[in-house]
């Protein structure tokens, strides 16, 4: 079995397709998450040291908070904007999904989030390409049977990742778009003005003009609204903050490692590219026990060798 | 999290502000009120810079990869800028309209459009920062109208030469922070040199600085219905960086005098305010009679 072969010839273009996608890519998993990680768990530091801190105001325990929420939001977008070139296509880009990736959509994540609960499971599997492309279901698994793949215990456990990645994936989509949801004004205040709302002379309050206690207030940028955290503590602000940031990362840093996984199996040597084994290439995420040990080892253990064959088109013989 | 999310019969009431703040040159309660906060909004986007100018400086310390905490640093940067550049335009539209609908309205091209504007009309950035000016001093009695002047001369010089560096940062990071803060995609002076490189991305591009990232976009064109992409270096180096950071702090710096000032011009019902510290700029014999008339 030969440890790289030629490349097929069919394969895209280098140019415009392949190296782009790819450096998009790394861009997202290997400086994109790893900025965010960083940017989140020092906002929650620093957030977290501030609601501690006895002569610490108000108004400054809300900044801190509204700044994890900031970060939280940017963690999501990254996500979106990684996975909703394939999740939800909106241009028709023959040169690959790295053309919408660095295309400003406005609504972008919105839509990315706010259509989740109505994803079918074949939409789900397109984040972890167990599917291509939403629109064009061609599941890995089909490609790769017709490329050659007879193994069927191979087969059965890619089978079982898809499942159970896509049933996590559901799942936890409902996090995300919770905290898409209440998270994204709180994250448009702070970036646009820091627009918190001084303790000293605002207040919210119900029809009888009393005072309902908020631990965070802020106006909304661009509508005559303002909207707060209803408490004493901005504890829990800062917690769901958190946890749906690291989520989002960990989104993000699935879809662009999951496709990425093609895109490695290829190494480039000057002008030539050829094909190297496939190490790891059926992408899961799920916690322990959602398929068996012997599927887990499998997928832990999978790589994909290469053989050439040759045709001899004279006569039709191999 | 629990959140009012705007439910009906739930408003924000704003009440103990100073009395003049329904005065036409207050602007609105709202945007006095906005102005209060300025001291907690100073602090936390100092800290915020300075927090990410620490981990920036423990990374390449530890020679670990310095791109995350560049970026995050560049962005913090320009989500500063972005603030000032807000509170001036609201400031110029104080006799016009509700500064604070224009504060919280304003679109990247209107606060693109102020920092290129105001940086080469030192004129209108010092109406707009509501400084005195020989023509509206006009009433005063002298020596105060020489003192005042002389102090109001000294801040525009301070200001625009803040204002001028902070349009150079908003220049080099506001696409930063905008591809940043929307996930997309930067690519890495490495990734694009290569080997294997990012194909036609970077193409055609030097190599002229020591750390940088290639900001990537691409536009619909509808008519033609293609896609059209283009792509720019971004320079991210120590030195830009550096600059940037001063850039940004002193947009923190200069939101904060005009926000405290806006709060002193209403509290005291005055015609203008100069931030306390304005005595140091002038000679002794100004600042006594500033010192005297600080005094009341």
Same mark, same amino acid.
């Given at each position: 079995?030969?440890?790289?072969?030629?490349?097929?010839?069919?394969?895209?273009?280098?140019?415009?397709?392949?190296?782009?996608?790819?450096?998009?890519?790394?861009?997202?998993?290997?400086?994109?998450?790893?900025?965010?990680?960083?940017?989140?768990?020092?906002?929650?530091?620093?957030?977290?040291?501030?609601?501690?801190?006895?002569?610490?105001?108000?108004?400054?325990?809300?900044?801190?908070?509204?700044?994890?929420?900031?970060?939280?939001?940017?963690?999501?977008?990254?996500?979106?904007?990684?996975?909703?070139?394939?999740?939800?296509?909106?241009?028709?880009?023959?040169?690959?999904?790295?053309?919408?990736?660095?295309?400003?959509?406005?609504?972008?994540?919105?839509?990315?989030?706010?259509?989740?609960?109505?994803?079918?499971?074949?939409?789900?599997?397109?984040?972890?390409?167990?599917?291509?492309?939403?629109?064009?279901?061609?599941?890995?698994?089909?490609?790769?049977?017709?490329?050659?793949?007879?193994?069927?215990?191979?087969?059965?456990?890619?089978?079982?990742?898809?499942?159970?990645?896509?049933?996590?994936?559901?799942?936890?989509?409902?996090?995300?778009?919770?905290?898409?949801?209440?998270?994204?004004?709180?994250?448009?205040?702070?970036?646009?003005?820091?627009?918190?709302?001084?303790?000293?002379?605002?207040?919210?309050?119900?029809?009888?003009?009393?005072?309902?206690?908020?631990?965070?207030?802020?106006?909304?940028?661009?509508?005559?609204?303002?909207?707060?955290?209803?408490?004493?503590?901005?504890?829990?602000?800062?917690?769901?903050?958190?946890?749906?940031?690291?989520?989002?990362?960990?989104?993000?840093?699935?879809?662009?490692?999951?496709?990425?996984?093609?895109?490695?199996?290829?190494?480039?040597?000057?002008?030539?590219?050829?094909?190297?084994?496939?190490?790891?290439?059926?992408?899961?995420?799920?916690?322990?026990?959602?398929?068996?040990?012997?599927?887990?080892?499998?997928?832990?253990?999978?790589?994909?060798?290469?053989?050439?064959?040759?045709?001899?088109?004279?006569?039709?013989?191999? | 999290?629990?959140?009012?999310?705007?439910?009906?019969?739930?408003?924000?009431?704003?009440?103990?502000?100073?009395?003049?703040?329904?005065?036409?040159?207050?602007?609105?309660?709202?945007?006095?009120?906005?102005?209060?906060?300025?001291?907690?909004?100073?602090?936390?986007?100092?800290?915020?810079?300075?927090?990410?100018?620490?981990?920036?400086?423990?990374?390449?310390?530890?020679?670990?990869?310095?791109?995350?905490?560049?970026?995050?640093?560049?962005?913090?940067?320009?989500?500063?800028?972005?603030?000032?550049?807000?509170?001036?335009?609201?400031?110029?539209?104080?006799?016009?309209?509700?500064?604070?609908?224009?504060?919280?309205?304003?679109?990247?091209?209107?606060?693109?459009?102020?920092?290129?504007?105001?940086?080469?009309?030192?004129?209108?950035?010092?109406?707009?920062?509501?400084?005195?000016?020989?023509?509206?001093?006009?009433? &005063?009695?002298? /020596?105060?109208?020489? %003192?005042?002047? *002389?102090?109001?001369?000294?801040?525009?010089? #301070? !200001? @625009?030469?803040?204002?001028?560096?902070?349009?150079?940062?908003?220049?080099?990071?506001?696409?930063?922070?905008?591809?940043?803060?929307?996930?997309?995609?930067?690519?890495?002076?490495?990734?694009? &040199?290569?080997? /294997?490189?990012?194909? %036609?991305?970077? *193409?055609?591009?030097?190599?002229?600085?020591? #750390? !940088? @990232?290639?900001?990537?976009?691409?536009?619909?064109?509808?008519?033609?219905?293609?896609?059209?992409?283009?792509?720019?270096?971004?320079?991210?180096?120590?030195?830009?960086?550096?600059?940037?950071?001063?850039?940004?702090?002193?947009?923190? %710096?200069?939101?904060?005098?005009?926000?405290?000032?806006?709060?002193?011009? @209403?509290?005291?019902?005055?015609?203008?305010?100069?931030?306390?510290?304005?005595?140091?700029?002038?000679?002794?014999?100004?600042?006594?009679?500033?010192?005297?008339?600080?005094?009341?």
């Amino acid at each position: 079995m030969a440890e790289r072969i030629p490349a097929p010839a069919d394969l895209g273009d280098l140019k415009t397709f392949i190296l782009p996608s790819r450096a998009c890519l790394l861009s997202v998993r290997d400086l994109l998450c790893v900025a965010r990680r960083g940017a989140l768990e020092d906002s929650v530091r620093a957030a977290r040291r501030i609601a501690r801190t006895a002569s610490a105001s108000h108004d400054q325990r809300s900044a801190a908070a509204l700044e994890v929420l900031w970060e939280a939001v940017a963690c999501l977008e990254l996500a979106a904007n990684a996975a909703a070139p394939w999740v939800d296509p909106q241009l028709p880009s023959p040169n690959g999904a790295w053309v919408e990736m660095t295309h400003y959509d406005p609504g972008r994540a919105n839509r990315f989030y706010e259509s989740s609960h109505k994803w079918g499971d074949e939409r789900f599997a397109v984040l972890s390409t167990h599917r291509f492309r939403h629109g064009d279901e061609r599941s890995m698994l089909e490609l790769m049977r017709v490329e050659g793949l007879t193994n069927e215990r191979m087969a059965a456990a890619f089978g079982e990742a898809e499942a159970a990645t896509t049933r996590f994936l559901r799942e936890r989509f409902e996090t995300l778009a919770t905290a898409w949801k209440r998270m994204r004004a709180y994250a448009a205040a702070f970036e646009h003005g820091l627009l918190v709302v001084a303790s000293a002379v605002g207040a919210i309050v119900d029809e009888d003009d009393n005072v309902i206690p908020h631990a965070m207030a802020v106006w909304e940028t661009r509508k005559n609204a303002s909207r707060g955290h209803i408490g004493d503590s901005v504890d829990d602000a800062i917690a769901a903050a958190e946890q749906a940031g690291e989520l989002a990362i960990d989104l993000a840093h699935h879809v662009a490692d999951a496709r990425l996984r093609i895109v490695e199996a290829l190494e480039f040597d000057g002008n030539d590219v050829y094909l190297r084994p496939w190490e790891h290439p059926f992408p899961y995420w799920f916690r322990r026990g959602s398929v068996s040990e012997e599927t887990l080892d499998l997928l832990e253990r999978a790589r994909i060798a290469w053989v050439t064959v040759e045709v001899d088109e004279g006569n039709g013989t191999t | 999290m629990a959140t009012s999310e705007r439910p009906p019969g739930r408003v924000l009431r704003i009440s103990g502000l100073p009395g003049a703040s329904e005065q036409t040159y207050a602007g609105s309660p709202q945007f006095v009120a906005y102005c209060l906060g300025g001291d907690v909004r100073a602090k936390q986007r100092r800290d915020a810079i300075g927090r990410a100018q620490a981990a920036h400086q423990r990374a390449t310390g530890r020679g670990e990869d310095p791109y995350p905490t560049a970026l995050i640093l560049c962005q913090r940067i320009g989500v500063a800028l972005e603030d000032v550049a807000r509170l001036v335009l609201a400031f110029e539209s104080l006799s016009t309209s509700d500064p604070f609908d224009v504060l919280r309205n304003a679109r990247y091209d209107m606060l693109d459009d102020a920092f290129a504007r105001l940086a080469d009309e030192p004129e209108s950035l010092r109406a707009a920062l509501m400084l005195p000016t020989p023509r509206d001093t006009a009433e &005063l009695d002298e /020596p105060l109208r020489s %003192a005042i002047l *002389e102090a109001s001369d000294a801040l525009a010089r #301070r !200001w @625009v030469g803040h204002w001028t560096r902070c349009a150079r940062g908003w220049q080099l990071l506001r696409r930063l922070a905008k591809a940043l803060r929307h996930g997309s995609p930067l690519l890495s002076r490495e990734l694009v &040199l290569g080997p /294997p490189g990012a194909g %036609a991305l970077g *193409e055609g591009l030097g190599d002229v600085f020591e #750390r !940088w @990232v290639l900001l990537v976009g691409s536009e619909v064109d509808h008519e033609a219905e293609a896609l059209n992409t283009t792509y720019a270096i971004a320079d991210i180096g120590e030195d830009t960086l550096s600059r940037a950071r001063h850039a940004g702090l002193e947009a923190v %710096a200069l939101a904060r005098k005009l926000a405290g000032a806006h709060v002193q011009r @209403v509290h005291s019902e005055s015609k203008w305010a100069l931030p306390r510290d304005v005595v140091k700029l002038v000679g002794p014999k100004h600042r006594r009679i500033l010192k005297r008339c600080a005094r009341g």
